[in-house]
C-alpha cells in the first residue's frame, strides 16, 4: 500500500480519500476519558473497494480503547437485494444490517451493540407508495429499524465528495415527496437528511410543515468551506454560521455533530506526513461544534465517527479523543448528551450504558 502522502494529494472534492491502515498506525494516542460511554450515531458497513468496511473492521475500531455502548447503522447502498421488485431492492440493505446486529447482540462479540439502531433507504419520492417497503423493513428489523435516510445534497456547482450524493434541485420540496414523508411520519420513524450548509433554509421549511416529524441532520449541515467555494471560504463560514442559528427554532429537528474530518470543510489532513493529532483535529472541529451546541443545546446533538468515510484522515480512537478534546468546556451532563444520551433518545435505543 503506497502511504507517500505527495502521491495521494487530491487537490479536488471528488472520489473518496483512501484509508490507508499504514499511515494511521504512524500515530498512537490514550484514550481521553475512557469511561465516558459513547453511541456512535453514525456509521457505515460495504465492500467498497477503496475502503472495504464489514462488521470485523467496526469492530476493531470500536474495541480500541473507548467505552462504545452502542452504534447506529446509517444507509449506504449496500447489499441491496439483487432481484425482485425495483422500488423493495432497499430491504437488503436492512436485512444485512439486522444481521450484524444479531451477532453483536449475542455478546460473543463484546459489550457494545453494533448497529442498535439501523436507518435504511427508502426513495420517498414514491409518495404513498413508499409505505410497503417501510412496513417491511419495520417487519425486518423489528425495533431495530428506527427510519430512512435521505440524500438530499445538491449544489449549483459540482460538489461530491463521497459516492450516492447525487440530488437535484428543491428535493424536499417536492408535493410527492412530501407525501412519502407523510408515511414515514406515521409509521412512527425518523428521518436523517444529508444537505449541504447552503440547502438549510430547505430543512427548516420542511420541519415547519412537518412539526411531528423527528428530523436529523447529518454532518452538521455539510458545511461546504472548499473545492469550488474556496475562495469564498469566509463568506461560506458566515452563511452556515446563520443557518444554523435559524434551524435551532425548529424544536424536531437534530444535529449530528461529524463528517468534518472532509476537504468539504477545508481539512486536508490525510496529505500530512503522519495522522493528525488527537489536538489538532479538535482545533479544527471545535468552532462547528461550539456554534452547534450554542443554538441547539447539547440535547439535540450527537457526535457520530462518520465511519469509514472519515477514516481517510484518522483512527476511530483518535476521533473520538478529539470529539472529547472539542467538548471540554462543557459540564457532565452536557457531555453525557452529546456522547451517548442525545441519540439513545432520538433513536429510542433504550441503551443503558454500564449497566
Known sequence: ?????????????????????????????????????IIDAHHHLWTRSYAPYMFDDLLADVQSGHKVAATIFVQCSTMYRSDGPENMKPLGEVEFANGVAAMSASGAYGQARLCAGIVGFADLLQGRS???????????????????????AWSPVQVKAVPDTDSRQQLLSDKTYREGLAELVDLGLSLDVLIFHTQIDEI??????????????????SPVISGPYRERADEMRQLWREGIKRLSDRPN???KLGGIASRLSGSMMHTLPEPPSSERLAAHFQPFVTHCVDYFGAERCMFESNFPVDKGQTSYRLLWNAFK???????????????????????????????
Do not use: C
Open 130 to 152: 413508499v409505505r410497503p417497503l417501510l412496513e417491511a423493513q419495520m417487519k425486518a428489523a423489528g425495533e431495530r429499524f428506527k427510519g430512512i435516510r435521505t440524500l438530499a
Open 204 to 221: 427548516d421549511d420542511l420541519a415547519r410543515a412537518f412539526p411531528s416529524a423527528r428530523i436529523v441532520v447529518n454532518h452538521m449541515a
Open 325 to 355: 478534546l472539542a467538548s471540554a468546556r462543557y459540564n457532565r451532563h452536557q457531555r453525557e448528551a452529546l456522547f451517548w444520551r442525545t441519540a439513545n433518545d432520538f433513536y429510542r435505543l433504550d441503551i443503558k450504558p454500564g449497566t
Open 253 to 255: 429537528v437534530y444535529l
Open 1 to 37: 500500500m503506497n502511504s507517500n502522502p505527495s502521491q495521494l494529494v487530491d487537490p479536488t472534492l471528488h472520489g473518496p480519500i483512501p484509508v490507508r491502515s499504514d499511515w494511521l498506525a504512524l500515530r498512537e494516542e490514550p484514550v481521553i476519558d475512557p469511561e465516558l460511554p
